[in-house]
């Protein structure tokens, strides 16, 4: 599975990701120090499916209207440290993973894993 981290999530997820082997880049890496639009980072998710990782609410809204980006991890956690937001990567990832056998949509929050859609 590869990912594309949002801009506004930590690189220390971008080098979790990949040091547990998955193809991992984050949305500065598309806008060469320059913010990258969501309509980019949809184009580059759907071009390589990848799965999307945002807190931001219009990656959902995009994905009910267009069914983009191609699959999404949206996150509801609120202002986490990225402790915190790494451990419950490492806690629920598996189950993630597994739930895109069925879903292209999953929310994460602090409490609970839901399938969107």
């Known amino acids: 599975m590869k990912f594309l981290i949002d801009e506004q999530l930590p690189i220390s997820l971008v080098k979790w990701l990949a040091g547990q082997g998955f193809d991992v880049i984050h949305a500065t890496a598309l806008g060469k120090n320059m913010k990258i639009s969501d309509k980019d980072v949809c184009r580059e998710s759907i071009t390589n499916q990848r799965v999307v990782i945002s807190k931001d609410i219009d990656f959902l809204n995009s994905f009910l209207i267009k069914k983009e980006p ?11 440290s ?11 990832l598996n189950q993630i993973i597994d739930l895109f056998d069925k879903a292209n949509v999953v929310e994460m929050s602090q409490q609970n894993i839901l399938v969107r859609l």
């Open 70 to 80: 191609w699959k999404l991890i949206y996150l509801t956690t609120g202002n986490i």
């Open 82 to 92: 990225n402790k915190y937001l790494l451990a419950l990567f490492q806690s629920n």
